[in-house]
């Protein structure tokens, strides 16, 4: 029996990667895992792991915001304001080499302080900017690469749910964590934009400038910007109200499913119809996020139980390097678990995990915090589970091959490896607004 102890953390996470692998859901994957190990280790006795894990997941307040955003992630998706955003924002810069390129990321930006949910970034934009870009002749990798990380970009960009998820594991303020990931997300944003530039002005074919013939005249650029307005004001209102301290990051949440009713009524572009349609889309979003949840929680509980967490401290505990060792240990550790793992899922398991370890070592929570979050955010992008290169997928169907979309990464995964090591070694360039807002 001390033998089977010993070696339970192991098996935990082989069974986790055969289910996996045999194509079972993340959320039952995780929860099957754990309930059998507990099973094995504790007997019957052990049945209560689950309903009580269940429970601690319905009875999160912080968690309330995610029903809320997905709602408006989806009513932004059927009141076609994506679209809008795209045509305006390429209005612009369609005279500028890989404007449609920037365009989305651009546009993945706003979406993701719009409504925080990346399927809603990368599918949308997939759907829109695409056939744009292959109209015009852009490079394929670059067009699909763009698409995928500004999708992804609703990780960073407050208001994300995993970022209220993550809080509500380590009791980070959700606050604060916005702050900083709005920081991470401008850095992002700028080399994201810096390596479009690099690539379309060192290789003109790859991303030409729209035909004159195509631009548009500034009236129409003028006229088109009128669009973007009502989404603008919506963002200040939901950011505004968290990050002066008026709302809570739930509150903020009903303050931005209220905002988009209004203007999708004002602009006659939402009726009873939609409302109720995407009512009905958000129920089953969120019932499939809070299954995952209820998984992690249930599997994170019997590794604890376990000795897992114990494990991986000792571990991170003997790497070289003193405190350093341990950051890449824990770092090494997430990227490896986001190759495998839906993020919500990542969060539920690694932070309990290593954020004990990190804080022990005398980092920063806050600056761990935001750090993990771009790890995560690349989580997105890493084959061979990359959440983001199956939304697209889903949006392009067989006319793009999976080995391109994961080719296609591989830049901006690069990016997202050199903004985690510029927050490393220049922490502030993260943590200014959090603690500018906190003074």
Do not use: C
């Amino acid at each position: 029996m001390d033998l089977i102890f010993d070696y339970a953390p192991l098996g935990m996470f082989i069974l986790l990667l055969i289910l996996l692998f045999l194509g079972v859901p993340i959320a039952f994957s995780l929860a099957f895992t754990g309930v059998i190990f507990a099973l094995i280790m504790w007997g019957y006795d052990s049945s209560a792991l689950f309903t009580s894990g269940t429970w601690n997941i319905m009875n999160n307040y912080t968690l309330i915001a995610i029903p809320l955003f997905i709602f408006m992630s989806i009513l932004l998706e059927k009141s076609d304001i994506i679209s809008d955003l795209f045509k305006s924002i390429y209005h612009w810069s369609g005279s500028l080499r890989g404007g449609l390129a920037i365009t989305v990321i651009v546009v993945g930006a706003i979406i993701g302080a719009i409504s925080g949910v990346v399927a809603a970034g990368v599918i949308g934009l997939g759907l829109i900017a695409l056939p744009q870009m292959m109209k015009y002749k852009y490079n394929e990798k670059l067009s699909l690469g763009s698409i995928m990380a500004g999708g992804t970009l609703g990780q960073l960009i407050p208001p994300s749910l995993n970022m209220v998820v993550y809080g509500a594991m380590t009791g980070v303020s959700v606050s604060s964590l916005f702050a900083g990931g709005m920081s991470a997300g401008i850095i992002l944003i700028l080399l994201f934009v810096f390596y479009i530039l690099f690539m379309a002005y060192t290789k003109s074919d790859s991303a030409p400038a729209l035909a004159k013939e195509d631009r548009v005249s500034t009236g129409e650029k003028i006229r088109s910007t009128r669009t973007i307005i009502l989404p603008m004001i919506l963002i200040i209102l939901v950011l505004g109200s968290i990050f002066t301290g008026i709302a809570t990051p739930t509150e903020g949440a009903g303050v931005g499913v209220f905002g988009t009713v209004l203007i999708g009524v004002l602009t006659k572009r939402l009726d009873w119809k939609k409302i109720k349609a995407s009512i009905f889309e958000s129920s089953k979003m969120t019932g499939m996020v809070a299954w995952i949840l209820i998984g992690a929680a249930t599997f994170s509980a019997v590794f604890s139980g376990v000795g897992g967490n114990k494990l991986v401290s000792d571990l991170a505990s003997t790497a070289p390097g003193g405190k350093w060792g341990v950051l890449i240990f824990a770092l090494a550790f997430i990227i490896i678990l986001g190759m495998f793992l839906e993020t919500m899922a990542l969060i539920m398991l690694a932070a309990p995990i290593i954020t004990p370890v990190i804080v022990e070592a005398g980092f920063d929570p806050l600056w761990w915090a935001i750090l993990f979050m771009v790890v995560l955010q690349m989580a997105f992008l890493t084959p061979p589970f990359g959440f983001a290169i199956f939304y697209l997928k889903s949006a392009v169907g067989e006319k793009v091959s999976i080995g391109k979309l994961y080719s296609a990464t591989i830049p901006f995964i690069l990016i997202q490896l050199l903004v985690v090591i510029i927050i490393i070694f220049i922490p502030i360039s993260v943590t200014w607004l959090p603690n500018l807002l906190s003074k």
